[in-house]
């Protein structure tokens, strides 16, 4: 089964954009993640590569990371930083995460896309308005109000584990955080297309659309 959750982010302490994106990484079957964002934040103040870091002490081998951005050059630096720091990441055996960089060639890269890929099958996809950014992507007193679109293959166990892992706990008084659904392929807008063919060709026009830069 494939599903859709919009999740609205209203508190500081509850991210669940930042905790799906962490499992996922930390995850051995999900061998290949595409990462987009407009901004990533990797400085003095706030270190995003180091939260990848910390969340994956006994990372799996064979890890694949593409990340795509960024927005203007004045976050040019903090898009470095992020690379670099995902590239000292290592798995117990001593191998770098493989990190490929790119971006748009003329900047203004503004689209946040998530994609996990098991054995090149995407089985979970994350689109919506949050930046890998200490207001987005952090858990600090200072925080946007975000909201993300989550879809998933229900019947994927390595997927179903990380959205019921993450979704589970939902505040009974606040139900109104989490929207989630069925997704409809024969609506004739989805054109017939399951959500596997819909994130594969949302990777690949954003790969057409990007170039790999050092």
Same mark, same amino acid.
């Given at each position: 089964m494939e599903r859709v959750a919009i999740i609205l982010r209203? =508190?500081?302490? #509850?991210?669940?954009? %930042?905790?799906? #994106? /962490?499992?996922?990484?930390?995850?051995?079957?999900?061998?290949? /993640? /595409?990462?987009?964002?407009?901004?990533?934040?990797?400085? &003095? !103040?706030?270190?995003?590569?180091?939260?990848?870091?910390?969340?994956?002490?006994? /990372?799996?081998?064979?890890?694949?990371?593409?990340?795509?951005?960024?927005?203007?050059?004045?976050?040019? =630096?903090?898009?470095?930083?992020?690379?670099?720091?995902?590239?000292?990441? &290592?798995?117990?055996?001593? %191998?770098?995460?493989?990190?490929?960089?790119?971006?748009?060639?003329?900047?203004?890269?503004?689209?946040?896309?998530? #994609?996990?890929?098991?054995?090149?099958?995407?089985?979970?996809?994350?689109?919506?308005? =949050? !930046?890998? &950014?200490?207001?987005?992507f952090g858990t600090s007193a200072q925080w946007n109000y975000e909201a993300d679109v989550v879809l998933w293959n229900d019947g994927d166990s390595v997927a179903s584990s990380i959205i019921s892992g993450v979704l589970g706990s939902l505040d009974d008084n606040d139900p109104f955080s989490v929207v989630v659904s069925d997704y409809a392929s024969e609506d004739p807008l989805n054109r017939g297309l399951s959500l596997e063919q819909r994130l594969l060709d949302l990777h690949r026009q954003i790969i057409d659309v990007s170039e790999v830069v050092e």
């Open positions: 209203k =508190s500081h302490a #509850i991210n669940r954009f %930042r905790e799906i #994106i /962490l499992r996922a990484f930390q995850e051995p079957d999900l061998n290949e /993640l /595409l990462l987009c964002s407009g901004f990533f934040q990797d400085r &003095t !103040n706030y270190q995003a590569s180091a939260c990848f870091a910390a969340s994956a002490p006994n /990372l799996p081998c064979q890890k694949q990371l593409t990340s795509v951005g960024l927005y203007n050059m004045m976050w040019r =630096s903090d898009y470095d930083s992020f690379i670099s720091g995902l590239r000292s990441i &290592t798995c117990p055996c001593g %191998r770098p995460v493989n990190v490929e960089k790119r971006r748009v060639k003329k900047y203004h890269w503004h689209a946040k896309v998530f #994609i996990a890929k098991k054995h090149s099958i995407p089985v979970l996809g994350i689109i919506g308005s =949050s !930046n890998i &950014t200490s207001r987005a």
